[in-house]
């Protein structure tokens, strides 16, 4: 029986006009510009300001640049999967929501939580319909509107986040291009070490919530960082190993972008060079499930038919993994 293999066929994406410097951060908490480059790599971050548009707006708007660049409409989804932290509402998924709003009246649409590692974990789960033959066409979005969720007044974590969105759209593979591997790993982080303690079933919104500032973000950054550093790195070898890929023919690494020495820990481990890193984190900060997306789109007119790519992130949860994908579009 023949296996079928999904591939990305065109990738969109949106990024709020708003540019929220280290500059800025300066004058709302106690940091500064030289703490926040040499610790994170970020230099700006951008902040969706409308009260009206939150992560579907974001994932909808990058869903409709994919499908125009392919020319494919939007009653051809099958599916729609939206990888975020963020969502406008606890329910309706958002992915429903992006569903509306473009006009994919063919589509299913449901919502993954994987944190930082939503859009791998999205990419896979989206893979595998069409690996099994259940969908021949399937947006995969990761989007985040981490202001939503950050304490403006915590320089802990603030001054690491951003907003972002960015989509694929995944159909058959007709020749050997695709996605050919994925390992995802995840362990349950009892020790609340990345999360937001209010708002879900445990504790739902109270006055005490809000008082507590407990619908924020909160993170143990640095067991975070020793966390990240090494799960990010050591199944970006594993995909290697187990696919026999030696460095050289390793053409990018397109990581999650949380921070910059996790970034080059992660390329050092490889073996990879600097200029086959994919880096946009002095730009946009860490957009959660926008940042491998993000970066997809940027790269997109510098990656060529047939190339070897890892893509590899580390989130909240704890999730991590990593994706072998050759480049598909010509
Ligand atoms: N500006 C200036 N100083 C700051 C600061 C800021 N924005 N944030 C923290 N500091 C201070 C701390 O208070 C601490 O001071 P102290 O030594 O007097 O206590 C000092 O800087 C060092 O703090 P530490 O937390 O050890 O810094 P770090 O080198 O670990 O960097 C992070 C902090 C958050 C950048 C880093 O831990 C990190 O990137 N963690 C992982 C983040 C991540 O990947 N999250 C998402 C998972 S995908």
Redesign the pocket.
Same mark, same amino acid.
């Given at each position: 029986m023949d296996v079928k293999r999904a591939k990305i066929t065109a990738v969109g994406h949106y990024l709020p006009e708003h540019r929220l410097t280290n500059h800025d951060?300066e004058k709302m908490?106690?940091?500064?510009d030289e703490?926040?480059r040499t610790?994170?790599g970020i230099e700006e971050r951008r902040i969706l300001k409308d009260k009206d548009k939150a992560t579907a707006f974001m994932s909808a708007e990058a869903a409709k640049e994919a499908l125009e660049s392919k020319g494919v409409s939007p009653e051809e989804i099958d599916l729609i999967i939206v990888g975020t932290v963020t969502p406008d509402y606890l329910f309706p998924s958002t992915a429903c929501l992006v569903q509306e709003k473009i006009g994919a009246t063919n589509a299913f649409a449901f919502d993954l939580s994987a944190?930082?590692?939503g859009f791998l974990y999205a990419l896979s789960t989206g893979a595998m319909y069409i690996e099994s033959g259940r969908a021949k066409k399937v947006l995969i979005i990761g989007a985040d509107k981490m202001s939503s969720i950050l304490d403006f007044t915590d320089?802990?974590?603030?001054?690491? &986040?951003g907003d972002g969105a960015g989509a694929v759209l995944l159909e058959e593979s007709e020749d050997e291009t695709g996605i050919i591997d994925y390992i995802h790993h995840s362990e349950g982080d009892t020790n609340c070490s990345?999360y937001q303690p209010a708002g879900g079933s445990l504790n739902p919104a109270s006055k005490e919530t809000v008082e507590n500032m407990e619908h924020f973000v909160r993170?143990?950054?640095?067991?975070?960082?020793k966390?990240?550093?090494m799960g990010m790195a050591d199944v970006s070898l594993e995909i290697m190993e187990k696919n026999k890929l030696d460095p050289e023919d390793v053409a990018w690494l397109v990581p999650?972008q949380?921070?910059l020495?996790?970034i080059d820990a992660t390329a050092r481990r490889m073996g990879l060079s600097n200029e086959k890193v994919m880096i946009n984190i002095n730009k946009y900060g860490?957009t959660?499930a926008g940042t491998i997306p993000l970066c997809l789109y940027d790269w997109k007119e510098q990656l060529n038919y047939g190339e070897n790519i890892i893509l590899a992130? &580390?989130?909240?949860g704890f999730t991590w993994g990593a994706t072998y994908l050759k480049w598909g579009i010509k």
């Open positions: 951060l908490v106690d940091t500064n703490w926040i610790r994170t944190a930082c590692s320089r802990s974590t603030c001054i690491l &986040f990345l993170q143990d950054g640095r067991s975070v960082f966390k990240a550093t999650h949380a921070n020495r996790i860490n959660t992130a &580390f989130g909240g």
